[in-house]
């Protein structure tokens, strides 16, 4: 990068180009390794691995808000110090890059299955490699500060060692084991899935009641059932033992309509509400959790009439083979209804699981598959949440983390998947036994067997992420990594994946070593759609974030996801946003420039040290700004240390805008306009050179390429720092005092003793007299708004105080107000003194009288004529709404929001008629 001797002679063009800069920018930053972590840093390590993106994505708004969030934090403490590394990756993302290939093969007229499987994943890789690459670019585009060499894919080397080790590790310890249960069954994608990968969605349904014949007796027990094809599985039918219309049935045998077969009825407590439906349930343990379960209880068959393609299949009647579940539904019904099964049918709601990734009803099916036990699991890490150990920002969402642990079940692994990481597991044709090896097995550990084979499935992708902070560290081989930088400071996602992701890592992390992979948990909501739903293609209103950049920069993308990232609801997107911060980098350019006119000659070095002094005569504007600028960094800091991203937006906007450009930089014109060498202007140039250095550091993390650029070229005291994100950041490494009354004394950055400066009773009496001023100037702007007086036009004021100290304020703040404020006289009245009539009013903190007298500035005779009318016509509207609102009629019938903003019209008039006619009286002469 540009020393700063050569960057401060090139001034700024006249506008700020992201298209130019951004770009220009990465690339000096990434080749000079500056995203690398420092071995020679303060030794404290900051670490963060990012929520690896799915290999086959583009960047997407929570992406976008991820990776600002996180890069934020990282190079606030990459400036502070710390030995800061962010580690890159994308997951395989096992279902969803399978389903897409899958697509691509189904438009060349071919499927997996002829291709097979070692064809098929040579298929997968070449397009992964082909793919992997945007989001990555797309990262770097938003100026992601993330080390690149470290980059880690959840398929590659690395990753699928560590993958193998804590699979044979849970297997060696029981942990891992395979089980013939209920699974929910995608059959679109044809694997199982886990419950976190199930929504559900509710539906209207319907209840059907069913007559059961009872065997031996002309008896018919009916059941309520909400699915009526199931019923060709069943296995027993449930009844409460206390329920005194069924307990005499219990052990007796009902028979199925439609198959004939014969089956018990059994007492249930857990099953069976007594209230609902009829009282009596059918029991299917191949197609219902609950019903498994209870079938387990009672020893009752698992007969299983719907298959893996979705289709229902023998043992049912011939009749329904191969009709899909909807069809299958019809068909038993209509059967029931012609055998005089079918009692009734009533509506009913109720909730659907759905495939999260293909969107199909999910099917409770039997089948065999692999789990990790998880009880032990989930209480140490339900242990380290509740001691301390990692916190959850923001903390509301602890509960529902909580509530999760507690109530989790063992985890289902496998998938019935070609793309993922292949159970190490080998099946022995001769005896049966399964080796499960860290290397691929030859053999069968038990009769040494080579008739084996591994098993088809592959493992959830759930199971490489959730080793994500170790792999990405180089686990379980390089240690020297992980001691470096393990535990990680930071898991920044969404809080949508708390359970699938975070829960699962803190359950591995503690596993396999002892301690916690992250100390803090920060979660951000969902970015929504400008209509406030959930941002999909259908709806159409799915927002991408490098056309945002492209058309606004990514420092204006950066800084309002920055704004958001303090709401826990979700994050309603607004453009219009994006450009109004678009609109302050424009601000803190314009601002930039300007001082850059003046402050190019300026010895950073010698005016601190000078300042330190106490040996240069600073205005009191000059001592406000600086104050104001080394407030502002330690507001921001401390909001950063307490996650409040938003907030430290909010205070770091406020400064530029509303202090640094809309006052200082005017005041600072008036020093400018004396003898350049004078010392007013030397000690403006100079403070305008500092305060532009502080705001930059204060800034940069938020927004950092439009602060870099302007930050290369402004005359500063960077302690041999060659780029602004290797800087000092300006936080306070020394307090005095406690409470409210604790001040800064030592800082680190470019002024470093700032304690005398800011006890000096000058800078405190500046800091004190700058918001009368301020209040001052923008109480008369208004009043002169209102009065209609002509823009531009310089306008007489007349002041009163209530006390001797406040008058000598306005003393003081006299030729100040009246430069910025362009004030053609400013007279102090004496308190007994009454002001020029007529005027316009108002009164300020303190109680400070300010007078503007109109009557060389506007036709008192046209404008009382204009209030006059603008009375009369308001009156007119707020009778006519009064009159509205008074009729019964419309009150009652018409809707309530037509009502409630007649309501807000009738104050919004009563309003306006009351300042009206204030106004009108200021004219009254």
């Not at 886990?194 to 209207?204: F, K, T, W």
């Not at 708390?498 to 396999?512: D, E, I, K, P, Q």
């Not at 307490?642 to 005017?666: I, K, P, T």
């Not at 009150?891 to 009502?899: G, L, Q, W």
Request: charged fraction near 25%; charge should be negative.
């Amino acid at each position: 990068m540009a020393t700063p001797s050569e960057a401060s002679e090139s001034s700024l063009s006249k506008q700020y180009d992201p298209s130019e800069v951004e770009p220009r920018l990465y690339a000096t930053w990434r080749d000079a390794g500056y995203f690398k972590p420092r071995a020679g840093a303060r030794g404290e390590p900051f670490s963060v691995v990012l929520p690896p993106p799915n290999v086959t994505g583009r960047l997407h708004m929570g992406h976008a808000l991820t990776a600002t969030i996180e890069d934020c934090l990282v190079r606030w403490h990459r400036m502070r110090g710390f030995d800061t590394v962010w580690l890159p990756g994308t997951d395989h993302a096992g279902i969803a890059t399978q389903i897409m290939v899958e697509r691509e093969l189904q438009r060349e007229n071919t499927t997996r299955l002829e291709l097979g499987r070692d064809a098929f994943l040579e298929r997968v890789w070449a397009w992964k490699h082909e793919h992997s690459g945007l989001i990555d670019q797309q990262h770097e585009r938003l100026g992601a500060s993330m080390d690149w060499e470290r980059y880690r894919f959840t398929m590659d080397e690395v990753a699928s060692t560590a993958v193998r080790e804590a699979f044979c590790r849970l297997h060696e310890q029981g942990l891992i084991y395979r089980a013939y249960r209920l699974i929910n069954w995608d059959y679109a994608s044809q694997t199982a899935l886990s419950d976190l990968e199930v929504e559900h969605e509710e539906r209207q349904g319907s209840l059907w009641h069913l007559a059961y014949p009872v065997e031996g007796s002309d008896d018919k027990l009916v059941v309520a059932t909400t699915r009526p094809e199931t019923m060709l599985g069943d296995t027993g039918v449930a009844v409460h033992p206390d329920d005194p219309r069924y307990r005499h049935l219990i052990g007796k045998r009902v028979v199925l309509p439609l198959v004939g077969r014969p089956v018990p009825i059994v007492g249930d407590a857990q099953l069976v509400d007594m209230e609902f439906g009829t009282g009596a349930v059918k029991v299917t343990p191949a197609h219902d959790f609950n019903d498994f379960e209870t079938g387990k209880r009672h020893d009752l068959e698992v007969v299983q009439v719907i298959d893996f393609d979705g289709k229902l299949c023998a043992p049912a009647p011939e009749a329904f083979h191969g009709l899909s579940v909807t069809e299958g539904r019809r068909a038993v019904v209509d059967a029931l209804d012609a055998a005089g099964a079918l009692v009734k049918v009533e509506p009913h709601r109720l909730n659907v699981g759905v495939s999260q990734r293909t969107s199909v009803v999910v099917e409770p099916l039997p089948s065999t598959q692999w789990y990790v036990r998880v009880e032990s699991l989930a209480q140490k890490a339900l242990d380290a949440v509740r001691t301390g150990q990692t916190t959850i920002i923001p903390q509301a969402r602890t509960a529902d983390y909580y509530r999760w642990m507690e109530n989790i079940h063992d985890w289902c692994i496998s998938r019935q998947l070609w793309w993922g990481h292949r159970i190490p597991a080998w099946h022995c044709r001769d005896c049966g036994h399964i080796t499960v090896s860290r290397a691929d097995a030859t053999a069968c550990d038990r009769c040494g067997s080579s008739e084996i084979a591994q098993d088809d499935d592959v493992l959830d992708t759930w199971f490489s992420s959730g080793l994500w902070p170790l792999t990405t560290l180089g686990w379980p081989k390089n240690q020297t990594e992980v001691a470096r930088f393990y535990p990680t400071s930071l898991m920044e996602t969404g809080w949508d994946i708390l359970f699938f992701w975070v829960a699962r890592m803190m359950m591995f992390g503690l596993h396999f070593t002892g301690q916690v992979p992250f100390r803090t948990v920060f979660l951000h909501s969902m970015v929504l759609g400008p209509d406030g739903q959930k941002m999909s293609k259908t709806r159409r209103n799915v927002v991408d974030p490098v056309g945002l950049i492209d058309q606004y920069g990514a420092d204006a993308l950066r800084f309002y996801l920055c704004t958001m990232a303090g709401q826990d609801s979700g994050i309603v997107f607004s453009e219009a946003r994006v450009e109004g911060y678009r609109n302050f980098c424009t601000k803190l350019w314009n601002a930039a420039r300007f001082g850059l006119m003046h402050i190019a000659e300026v010895d950073a070095e010698d005016f601190v040290d000078r300042l330190e002094r106490d040996d240069i005569e600073l205005s009191p504007a000059d001592r406000w700004i600086l104050a104001r600028s080394l407030s502002t960094s330690v507001e921001v800091a401390t909001l950063l240390s307490e996650w409040r991203l938003d907030l430290a937006a909010h205070r770091a906007y406020q400064f530029v805008w509303r202090e640094l450009c809309d006052w200082y930089l005017e005041l600072a014109k008036q020093s400018f306009r004396s003898d350049p060498d004078s010392a007013t202007a030397r000690a403006a140039r100079g403070s305008l050179a500092l305060a532009l250095d502080l705001v930059l550091r204060t800034l940069h993390p938020m927004i950092p390429f439009i602060t870099e650029e302007i930050w290369q070229r402004i005359p500063r005291r960077d302690g041999g720092a060659p780029s602004l994100m290797l800087a000092a950041y300006p936080e306070v490494t020394q307090w005095r005092g406690e409470g409210a009354e604790r001040q800064p004394v030592r800082m680190a950055g470019p002024w470093r003793e700032v304690g005398a400066f800011l006890e000096d009773a000058r800078t405190r009496q500046a800091c004190e007299d700058m918001p009368c001023l301020t209040e001052l100037v923008s109480a008369v702007r208004m009043l002169c708004a209102e009065s209609r007086v002509p823009a531009g036009k310089s306008v007489p004021v007349c002041v009163r105080a209530p006390s001797d100290a406040l008058r000598a304020r306005l003393e003081r703040i006299r030729e100040r107000a009246e430069f910025v404020g362009r004030f053609s006289a400013f007279e102090l009245l004496a308190s007994e003194t009454e002001p020029p009539s007529p005027c316009a009013s108002a009164v300020i903190e303190g109680g400070i009288e300010v007078f503007v007298p109109l009557a060389d500035l506007v036709d008192l005779a046209e404008e009382r004529g204009r209030l006059d009318k603008a009375i009369a016509k308001a009156e007119r509207d707020l009778a006519a709404v009064r009159g509205k609102l008074a009729n019964e009629r419309f009150v009652s019938r018409a809707p309530a929001d037509v009502v409630d903003k007649e309501r807000a019209r009738e104050a919004e008039l009563t309003a306006a008629i009351a300042k009206q006619r204030a106004m009108r009286e200021r004219l009254a002469g």
